[in-house]
């Protein structure tokens, strides 16, 4: 991979910036010492990445080309070598398919279903699942999210 060109001058209005995040949160909530020092390192890589973009000065207009180092880092799926046949494929899905209607079934560890009221009762055969279930809480606010969203836009 070749070397992006960067902008070193870039570094220290963000460093201002970084400072004064700091400063701010000590100042209005009044954080000391180590939450300090948390809040300092979980906010770090939104400021390494402002830095990444920022500093960009290569020779494609987009400077998401300056995060190109970390992106290809990062994990991604690979093309299959071959040919994946249908029945493996059908397989597959069958198995995801079991697996969430399963984990639909299953209520939280505590949770009185007797007395909890279902709001979404009604959309129950598109949830495929129980209220209160491990399903419900984990792929449910997607689903509604993408739903109301696809409404919104009109499809």
Do not use: C
């Not at 180590?34 to 960009?56: H, M, T």
Request: glycine share 8%; hydrophobic share 55%; charged share 15%.
């Amino acid at each position: 991979m070749t070397e992006i060109r960067r902008n070193k001058g870039a570094a220290i209005p963000i460093i201002f910036i970084f400072a004064l995040f700091i400063v701010v949160f000590y100042y209005f909530s009044h954080y000391t010492g180590l939450k300090l020092f948390i809040l300092g390192l979980l906010s770090s890589p939104l400021f390494i990445i402002a830095y990444l973009l920022l500093s960009y000065k290569g020779p494609k207009k987009s400077r998401l080309y300056g995060l190109e180092n970390l992106t290809a880092k990062l994990p991604a799926i690979k093309k299959a070598k071959g040919h994946v046949p249908f029945k493996y494929k059908l397989m597959w899905t069958a198995v995801v398919v079991l697996i969430y209607f399963a984990l639909t079934n299953i209520y939280i560890y505590g949770l009185n279903t007797s007395k909890t009221v279902d709001v979404f009762a009604s959309f129950r055969a598109i949830f495929a699942g129980a209220s209160g279930s491990l399903m419900d809480l984990g792929i449910g606010p997607i689903v509604t999210a993408s739903i109301v969203m696809q409404l919104f836009a009109g499809a």
